[in-house]
């Protein structure tokens, strides 16, 4: 007989207390969640208790953290409790707002399943978030990816009106490649390269050289 959730967290909780990051336990409800335990590290650094926490429900996260990226968090979240296996795991980054700084200090968090119910299905969720702010080069990378994905989602529409032809020209253009070259490598004329270059330039409201390498980057072209 598996233990209670009851039992499980007083076991788990005089552990949770001694680790060096923030572990937060989520009760999952019908329509949302509920923030069920908090390690004292955690509440200390966002200056709230864990009742003030459980309170607010799913709204702590609108308060705390930036979500900005939690489209991809969802996603791979789902997958997670479709799957009902207490094994699998994922990572994540995400910038949580401290009470005494101003600016967003960024977390790489690994989310479990906790506890199941008899059917398997998750009642209960387990993270445990590690601070990189003081890894300067981690911090910078996980800033960089956030903006990267972001120009990907936002362009995606303007790329995917691109055709074929146009993509190659594009990929080509960012690798530093002249007209002429391009002609040459895809057997077109230059004329025709012309007017693929200024049809880029107006689907994708574009102009520098930068913003194609910037295109061919965020859609793996290059």
Known sequence: MQPTFEQKLTLFSECAEAM???????????????????????????GVSLEELSKMGPKYHDRFFNN????????K???LLQKKDPEETFTFFQQVKFKDRQEWVWHI???RIFHQADDGSATHLVTV???????KHIENKAERLLKENMFFKENLSKFLSLGKRAKEVLKLVALGKS???IAKELHISIDTVH?????????????TSFEFTEY????DLI
């Not at 900005?68 to 996603?75: A, T």
């Not at 007017?195 to 102009?207: A, F, G, M, V, W």
């Not at 061919?216 to 859609?219: H, L």
């Open 195 to 207: 007017t693929h270059r200024k049809n880029i330039k107006k689907k994708l409201n574009i102009s």
């Open 68 to 75: 900005e990226d939690m489209e991809d968090f969802i996603v």
């Open 179 to 181: 007209s002429a070259d």
């Open 20 to 46: 060096p990051g923030v572990v937060i336990i989520h009760e999952l409800r019908e329509k949302d969640f509920k923030t069920v335990y908090m390690s004292s590290r955690g509440l200390y650094q966002l």
């Open 77 to 79: 979240l789902r997958k």
């Open 109 to 111: 968090g690994s989310i």
């Open 129 to 135: 978030a590690f601070p990189v702010d003081r890894m």
């Open 216 to 219: 061919a980057r965020a859609y």
